[in-house]
Every structure is written in C-alpha cells, then in structure tokens.
C-alpha cells in the first residue's frame, strides 16, 4: 500500500544553522506534498506544500524540493530559531482523485537549541 | 477566518465504555476528514466525507467505529466498545473540496482519548 518513509526521527540543531528533513514516498501517482508544523497539544499546521509540477518551492526560511523521478522531497529551514522547536510531518496524496487522503510519515522532532 | 472546532479536549474512558467526538469544520468546507494519531505516529486517516457522504472509509474499524456528517456540515465519530489500543489523539480536518487542485487540509487541535 502507500507508504511514506521520513528521517530522521529526531533532529537537534543550533540557532541559526539549517535543518534538513527527508521523506519518501511509495505511490507514484502522487502529486501532493504538504508538510505539517505540530506543537505540543496542537493540532497539525500546514507550512508549505509542493505540487509534482514544480521541483522547489520557498517562503521566507522555509523551502521543499521535490524530486519526481527518485520519489523524495525535502524541507529545508534556514537560520533556526528556538520557536521552529516542534514535530514536523511530511505527507503525500493525490491531488484531483477520487481520494485525497493524506498519508503522513512518522514526524521528525526538531530541537532548535538557544 | 474560524479554524476547524473540535470537542472534547480530552476524555478518559473505561474499556468496553462507549465515546463521541464532535468536529464542526471551516464554514463552506466541503471536505471533512477524521484522523487518528497514535502517540509517536503520523496521523491516520479513519474517514472521509465529502459534504454528507463517504469517500473513504477503507481504514475504519467498522466493528466498533462510526462517524456521520449531519447536512454536509458538523461531524461526530463513535467508538463503542473502546479498547486499549483505542488511546490516541483523533484529529479532525477540512478542506475547500478536496477533490480538486487546492484543497489543503486544515487540522482542529485534536481530542486526546484515554482508554484504561
């Protein structure tokens, strides 16, 4: 069945360095790549998404890139600060199908040290 | 703009109790979704409605879950009997139409389930 596969499962970075977090996706029929920002007690936040038509996309510090061929894609968020501390998710769907649903990957905790 | 509205926070039941949860999503959203979240996992999608009727509804345990969405607009989600296994967070969302381009989904904060 679907299956996204996410790394690592935790990252602690300084303040101020990048954070990089990977995921791959299993359904090549995909073309939906949203990534979720989850605070303790919250429910998911939608940060960014992609679309299979574009390779990357960015806002502000935050960016994803999406490679179609090798089925991964990436967030990428520059000069951390200790308020991007959080679980982040990525997932994958098919935009315009009979079902959208999300498939999420297991979440990645994000330590973003002062 | 109102986000998605879930109800209760949290609730602790006794195994074999029954439970409901309520989730009224984003106004003119016509896509609704029930996820459950175990602790340490990625959400789980349970059903999905499309205004009052079901899209997909493959990953329900249909022995002791249900769900309906009253008019195409509130929803509640029912678990009877609860089992042990049931304790996760059970995560409403929405989205504009969600079987078009553009339908991101929108999350409320979540009702936490305790089974002891």
């Known amino acids: 069945g679907e299956n996204v596969e996410q790394h690592p499962s935790t990252l602690s970075v300084q303040e101020g360095d990048s954070a990089v977090i990977k995921c791959t996706y299993s359904?090549?029929?995909?073309?939906?790549f949203p990534w979720y920002k989850q605070e303790l007690g919250k429910g998911p936040q939608l940060i960014i998404d992609?679309?299979?038509?574009?390779g990357e996309k960015k806002d502000q510090r935050i960016a994803v890139t999406l490679n179609k061929t090798a089925k991964h894609f990436s967030l990428h968020i520059t000069e951390t600060q200790p308020e991007d501390s959080a679980v982040y998710f990525c997932?994958?769907?098919?935009?315009?199908?009979?079902?959208?649903?999300?498939?999420f990957g297991t979440g990645t905790l994000l330590a973003v040290q002062p | 703009e109102a986000g998605v509205a879930q109800s209760p926070r949290y609730k602790i039941i006794e195994k074999r109790q029954s439970v409901a949860f309520w989730c009224n999503p984003i106004s003119g959203h016509a896509t609704l979704y029930w996820y459950q979240q175990i602790l340490g996992q990625g959400p789980k999608l349970l059903i999905q409605f499309q205004n009052n009727g079901v899209v997909d509804d493959s990953q329900l345990p249909k022995d002791r879950f249900s769900a309906e969405r009253l008019k195409g607009v509130d929803s509640t989600l029912k678990i009877q009997p609860a089992k042990l296994e049931d304790s996760a967070v059970y995560l409403c969302?929405?989205?504009?139409?969600?079987?078009?381009?553009?339908?991101?989904?929108?999350f409320g904060q979540g009702t936490r389930l305790t089974v002891v």
């Open positions: 969302a929405s989205s504009l139409d969600g079987g078009r381009i553009g339908g991101e989904a929108f």
């Open positions: 992609i679309r299979s038509n574009v």
């Open positions: 359904d090549s029929a995909s073309n939906y």
């Open positions: 997932a994958a769907s098919r935009e315009g199908g009979a079902t959208n649903k999300l498939i």
